[in-house]
């Protein structure tokens, strides 16, 4: 099992530009997380999928960010014309029904 | 508005001592309060949980214990070790995650020999 796999690891942008960020849950798990993690802002958390379909999404900024799983091996988060402050490590994490969160390594995205 | 709040911001310990961290909540509708470790470079990885039909619940030297009427939980690390050195976030969901897990902004532990 490779748990949760993130890709890329690091990711630039210039200012204006557009984001995906990929993420591979653990094979069997029925919940996919994704939060942001900042040192001011701590672990924010953005939105879930559970059996593919989003659950809850009150944490995503609306305008720009979307979040998608079209199958249960990968889900998506884009950042439309990325700003500096969506520079954060973008963190995904899978959940079977006994609720533990296994996180990914996470996308550190940076925007210049 | 932070729904949960944990304190200290970093707290330094001896080897030996125990460390106490402490988060409360407001929304009553949380019913899962789990504790997560961080060490430098990784991603957080689950450490101990709690539901509310228990005030108290132990796994080795890391202890959570509870109160439901003050709406406080806190996490102590008995004997602490300095690879305990760590951010520790906890967190709390409501309704067997109907919502996402929503996280404190942690604790940093400095466990010192």
């Known amino acids: 099992n490779a748990g949760v796999i993130q890709t890329p690891r690091h990711k630039v942008t210039g200012k204006g530009q557009e984001a995906t960020l990929w993420c591979e849950p653990i094979s069997g798990h029925s919940a996919v997380f994704w939060y942001r993690q900042t040192i001011v802002q701590g672990l924010e958390f953005l939105t879930y999928?559970?059996?593919?379909?989003?659950?809850?999404d009150s944490g995503m900024p609306k305008e720009r960010f979307s979040a998608q799983m079209p199958n249960q091996s990968h889900s998506t988060l884009k950042i439309q014309s990325t700003q500096p402050q969506d520079s954060a490590v973008y963190l995904c994490?899978?959940?079977?029904?006994?609720?533990?969160?296994?996180f990914g390594a996470g996308t550190r995205l940076s925007v210049l | 508005q932070q729904q949960v709040r944990q304190s200290p911001q970093s707290l330094t310990v001896w080897e030996g001592e125990t460390a106490i961290l402490n988060c409360s909540y407001e929304?009553?509708?949380?019913?899962?309060f789990p504790w997560y470790h961080q060490f430098p470079g990784e991603s957080p990885a689950l450490l101990i949980a709690?539901?509310?039909?228990?005030n108290k619940k132990e796994d080795g030297r890391f202890t959570i214990f509870f109160n439901k009427r003050e709406k406080k939980f806190s996490l102590h690390i008995a004997d602490s070790q300095p690879g305990d050195s760590a951010t520790y976030f906890c967190?709390?969901?409501?309704?067997?995650?109907?919502?996402?897990?929503?996280f404190g902004l942690g604790t940093r532990v400095s466990v010192f020999p």
């Open positions: 929304d009553s509708t949380f019913d899962y």
């Open positions: 999928f559970r059996n593919q379909a989003p659950i809850d």
């Open positions: 994490a899978s959940s079977s029904f006994q609720n533990t969160l296994y």
């Open positions: 709690i539901r509310p039909v228990s």
């Open positions: 967190a709390a969901s409501a309704n067997n995650y109907a919502q996402g897990l929503t």
